[in-house]
């Protein structure tokens, strides 16, 4: 779904895309908000553990969101001054190298994690935290990818396809 953002009310452009993506980032946050309660079910090392790990987390989410906005921001450029080629090319690069921050994140990420962990963390809680960040490390080119795909999405005007995967993937969740 392509919305033209260069004619129109600039208020009404605003609503259309802010409140598909505010609903989808509540619903982001309720994937995790159900994660700490499971997790709080499980044990208080489960929960720590969990806890321990959202620093890695919102730092991997961080790279992946810093890098969409710049992706938007190129990609919108492009398609504004009407140049589909140049929009294309960003798109291909900026998946590129979303791929390759992604995969060199999740390396480094692996090999170093255990280092911080034992040196920050309560020693009983090690084991069950470096289990969580490696999940999250490993589902790293996952995270990044979907934010420079939602990047590419946002860039067309449509806020509500990845709206509509954060929504099923919250859900999915509970389940």
Do not use: C, W
Request: no cysteine.
């Amino acid at each position: 779904m392509h919305i033209d953002l260069t004619e129109g009310i600039i208020k009404q452009h605003i609503v259309k895309l802010a409140v598909p993506a505010v609903v989808g980032y509540f619903f982001h946050t309720m994937f995790n908000v159900t994660d700490t309660f499971f997790a709080g079910l499980i044990s208080t090392q489960a929960l720590a553990a969990l806890s321990l790990s959202a620093s890695v987390f919102f730092m991997v989410l961080a790279i992946g969101i810093g890098m969409s906005e710049a992706v938007t921001s190129l990609v919108g450029n492009a398609l504004g001054e009407k140049n589909i080629p140049k929009a294309q090319h960003i798109a291909l690069n900026a998946i590129a190298f979303g791929v390759l921050l992604s995969v060199s994140l999740s390396v480094l990420g692996v090999l170093s994690v255990p280092y911080l962990v034992e040196a920050l963390g309560d020693p009983s809680y090690v084991v069950e935290t470096l289990a969580y960040i490696n999940l999250i490390l490993y589902g790293a080119v996952f995270f990044v990818g979907a934010f420079f795909f939602n990047a590419l999405l946002n860039a067309t005007g449509d806020t509500k396809s990845f709206r509509n995967v954060l929504i099923v993937t919250a859900l999915l969740n509970i389940v």
